[in-house]
């Protein structure tokens, strides 16, 4: 999307000359600048809201300016602003994880990952990949390091055993440390797991624009709203007899993790995504993924077919499924 740089400062310009701004302005601001990957303005009107003392009602508008200060490596603005936050959530913390797994900042990093009072998969996969890009570049890792990744990543593999990332980012860890013993035995293991080398995504086009998400992905603009969508749609899902399959997940994580690690694949995302924009159409929720539906999401779409009462077609890399009213197309056989 092409945002136009110069109406993002003339706004920002207008603030300085009206004063205080309400939350609906500022957050619609936030969102430009996101968008425009603007992070000069974003820094001037998070100066103007530091003149007017204003406090935000929830913590969107800073995780939003913290994402942006992350995703151009300004580490001092990042930091000044996590520091005084007066909600960090999970997103923040991610937020910080992200600007040194990219700044190369391996001790930050690991300082910052102990610190988080919860972790999610991101957290997971933003440390291990952090840490698997700083071996490639310097060959430098502590053995420290390499525990850190380790750790990480067998998070992972409980949290989501068919994700490829992980077993290729320890790989890489490994082997930028010669130690191709592991790395075999890497490899035997995603062997075992049955493991394709590809990352699971899913993808949908609205007017004639491609939104791609992977699982637990909270990079999409809208990705608050889209979760918020996406849990309402499970809790009304689970009121007609749908049951998460946790079962899927393997046994050493904790009940609470195994349910979020499902609830998000990337097809789950992407319906989200479709039935928030697209909310009163009678045209198809049309869905592709790269690979194979698993069982959950298949009996996810179901039930979602039914409660909203549109039809979903979802074509992953075997078939077509064309989920009606609380049935598929492919009978379940798939
Ligand atoms: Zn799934
Ligand atoms: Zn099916």
């Not at 603030?15 to 820094?43: H, M, W």
């Not at 590809?198 to 990705?223: G, L, M, P, Q, T």
């Not at 298949?298 to 009462?309: C, D, P, Q, R, Y």
């Not at 890399?317 to 798939?334: E, L, Q």
Request: aromatic fraction near 10%; hydrophobic fraction near 40%.
């Amino acid at each position: 999307m092409k945002v136009d740089k110069l109406k993002l400062r003339q706004a920002v310009d207008s603030l300085y000359s009206i004063g205080p701004a309400t939350q609906e302005s500022y957050t619609r601001l936030v969102i430009e600048c996101f968008r425009a990957n603007d992070a000069d303005q974003a820094k001037r009107l998070q100066s103007h809201m530091d003149a007017y003392s204003y406090r935000p009602a929830d913590s969107f508008i800073h995780n939003r300016l913290l994402h942006l200060y992350a995703k151009s490596g300004q580490i001092p603005s990042a930091r000044q602003l996590f520091d005084k936050m007066p909600h960090r959530d999970i997103f923040s913390w991610n937020a910080m994880l992200s600007l040194y797994a990219k700044s190369g900042c391996v001790d930050d990093l690991q300082g910052t990952f102990d610190r988080m009072p919860s972790r999610d998969s991101v957290s997971y996969n933003t440390v291990i990949s952090g840490l698997a890009g700083r071996g490639c570049a310097s060959k430098a890792l502590s053995k420290r390091n390499i525990k850190y990744g380790e750790m990480a990543a067998r998070k992972l593999f409980a949290l989501d055993p068919l994700n490829a990332g992980p077993y290729i980012l320890l790989s890489n860890m490994y082997a930028s440390d010669g130690r191709w013993k592991d790395v075999a035995a890497l490899r035997s293991l995603m062997k075992t797991n049955n493991v394709k080398k590809f990352a699971a995504y899913s993808w949908v086009d609205i007017n004639n624009e491609v939104h791609k998400f992977v699982a637990n992905d909270r990079i999409h603009v809208d990705s608050i709203a889209i979760y918020k969508e996406l849990d309402d749609l499970i809790k009304k899902v689970q009121e007609v007899g749908y049951k998460p399959s946790t079962n899927l997940v393997l046994h050493d994580v904790g009940e609470q993790e195994k349910l979020e690690s499902i609830s998000y694949h990337s097809e789950k995302l992407a319906l989200a995504f479709m039935l928030m924009k697209r909310p009163h159409e009678s045209m198809p929720v049309r869905i592709l993924k790269n690979l194979r539906v698993c069982g959950d999401c298949h009996a996810f779409m179901k039930f979602s077919s039914k409660v909203t009462g549109r039809t979903i077609v979802l074509r992953d890399s075997n078939r077509f499924h064309h989920f009606v009213g609380g049935k598929c197309s492919c009978n379940d056989h798939w």
